[in-house]
């Protein structure tokens, strides 16, 4: 199976999950985007009704409103959330941000009774930072000072650009992409959050009650362990 066919059938598997009558928040991101078209094909054979969504950027926004799912603005709590992840433990501990919706998708995520993770198999890895860097939104004019702050801390830090422009987030902000070669992500989560100029880091720590792991030979329901 390719890793785009291995997205879809972890999405399909989290869109199980969905009743008519429910709030749902929306992912952003390559596989996020199956959730969402996976959503919009039910609502249209009839299968969901009276759904409602929030979506966590306005890429995802626009997909859902183009496949007629009901987009409302975030009050009070959802019944859940799909989206996808950049790493994730076994204790369902995920790295989020390379799409660059972190702060959105947080917002969102937090306010969900129930947050499904939906990703293939390649995003497992056994502690954070193994493979994907750490995204940081920062206030453009602190861009640079919280660089050097977190630099401090030991990361080695970058400016995600492109077209060799820095990239803007949906809130009009800048993300710094961190790396550290050893990091105790939960004791640094609150030091980054308190940073002057930090709008949010993609730590999503024990956010997550399931995740959807799909490998060639099915999709893995997985919930927080201390192994794989």
């Given at each position: 199976?390719?890793?785009?066919?291995?997205k879809r059938a972890a999405a399909q598997k989290a869109i199980e999950n969905v009743r008519s009558?429910?709030?749902?928040?929306?992912?952003?991101?390559?596989?996020?985007?199956?959730?969402?078209?996976?959503l919009g094909e039910k609502l249209a054979r009839g299968d969901l009704r009276d759904i409602q969504?929030?979506?966590?950027?306005?890429?995802?926004?626009?997909?859902?409103?183009?496949?007629?799912?009901?987009?409302?603005?975030?009050?009070?709590?959802?019944?859940?959330?799909?989206?996808?992840?950049?790493?994730?433990?076994?204790?369902?501990?995920?790295?989020?941000?390379?799409?660059?919706?972190?702060?959105?998708?947080?917002?969102?995520?937090?306010?969900?009774?129930?947050?499904?993770?939906?990703?293939?198999?390649?995003?497992?890895?056994?502690?954070?930072?193994?493979?994907?860097?750490?995204?940081?939104?920062?206030?453009?004019?602190?861009?640079?000072?919280?660089?050097?702050?977190?630099?401090?801390?030991?990361?080695?830090?970058?400016?995600?650009?492109?077209?060799?422009?820095?990239?803007?987030?949906?809130?009009?902000?800048?993300?710094?992409?961190?790396?550290?070669?050893?990091?105790?992500?939960?004791?640094?989560?609150?030091?980054?959050?308190?940073?002057?100029?930090?709008?949010?880091?993609?730590?999503?720590?024990?956010?997550?009650?399931?995740?959807?792991?799909?490998?060639?030979?099915g999709v893995l329901e997985c919930i927080p362990s201390e192994h794989w």
């Amino acid at each position: 199976m390719s890793i785009d066919a291995l997205k879809r059938a972890a999405a399909q598997k989290a869109i199980e999950n969905v009743r008519s009558g429910m709030t749902v928040g929306l992912g952003t991101g390559s596989t996020a985007k199956h959730a969402i078209n996976l959503l919009g094909e039910k609502l249209a054979r009839g299968d969901l009704r009276d759904i409602q969504a929030v979506a966590t950027s306005s890429a995802s926004e626009a997909q859902a409103r183009a496949l007629g799912i009901p987009i409302v603005p975030l009050q009070g709590r959802l019944h859940l959330a799909i989206d996808g992840m950049d790493e994730l433990t076994p204790q369902l501990d995920a790295i989020k941000g390379l799409g660059g919706a972190l702060t959105r998708e947080k917002i969102v995520e937090s306010r969900t009774d129930l947050l499904i993770l939906i990703a293939d198999e390649s995003k497992k890895v056994n502690h954070l930072g193994e493979k994907a860097p750490l995204p940081v939104e920062v206030i453009p004019l602190a861009a640079n000072v919280v660089g050097q702050e977190l630099e401090r801390l030991g990361a080695d830090v970058f400016m995600r650009q492109v077209n060799s422009m820095p990239f803007v987030t949906d809130n009009h902000n800048y993300i710094l992409d961190c790396r550290w070669q050893e990091w105790q992500p939960h004791a640094l989560a609150p030091i980054i959050t308190a940073l002057p100029g930090v709008v949010e880091h993609g730590l999503f720590l024990g956010m997550a009650q399931v995740a959807y792991l799909a490998t060639a030979s099915g999709v893995l329901e997985c919930i927080p362990s201390e192994h794989w």
